[in-house]
């Protein structure tokens, strides 16, 4: 049976800060960071108020006994129609990962492999830093400058990599080479989305944010330095398999008519 909890009313008092201290003593105090419920429980479905309190009934629990409601409010108020409006905000971070990316693979699709894969690297190395620093000190127009400068360094590196392995196939391997190209890629990204997903239910959405911005700022740096110095050395294309030369003999040869029918001279 679900039951609805009703917050008792609040006081705010935190009118004094600004946002970026607001933010922080949010994040820092939020009981939802530490429940083990799932985040949409706090977006019921309907639109129906008596019914949507109930589908958020649990949520609601833990907003009751949470300290920081007013700050919530406030900073949710302040934000409104910013950063709190999560569905366009979420929607352009995606544009500007992929979107920036797709413009850098246009404009440098004349650069060769191992630049595209070097410059990609060292955007990348950029762009998480600063995503790293925006999200330790809850910066929203830092965090996006360092998504659009990630997008481009992911645009460039896939370039880069997809131009170097592909060339190194036989044509009649293309087909198969592009398949376990995009296989990996796929793995690439959903096998960190799931244990990172799987540690903001432990961890806290905010901490799992910031391991996971570090450590990709630690392989960008490593893949940057293993390219300049061009650890592993250039790939080289496998060797043409030689030709087989079939000697003359009787099944290269057009069958000589005479000596198939000698009767008619
Ligand atoms: S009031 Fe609710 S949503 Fe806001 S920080 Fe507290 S637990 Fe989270």
Redesign the pocket.
Known sequence: MVTTVSPRSVQCRSGELNDHELAGR?YRQ???ATSCLDPDE?FPLTADVRRAREQAARAIA??AE?P??AE?LELSLRHSFGIGAYGVWGGLVIFLLAGTGAVAVFVCRGVDARTAMLAGCLFLLVGMAVTFIAIATTTAAAFFVGTTIAGVGFGLAFLGAFRRTTALAAPDESAGLLAAIFIVASLAFSIPAVIAGVATTKYGLHPTALVYSGALVVVAGIAAGMLAMRVGGEPARPAEPARETVPPGPCTCPPCAQALHPARG
């Open positions: 949010v939020a009981r939802c706090w833990v907003c949470c920081v409601r919530c």
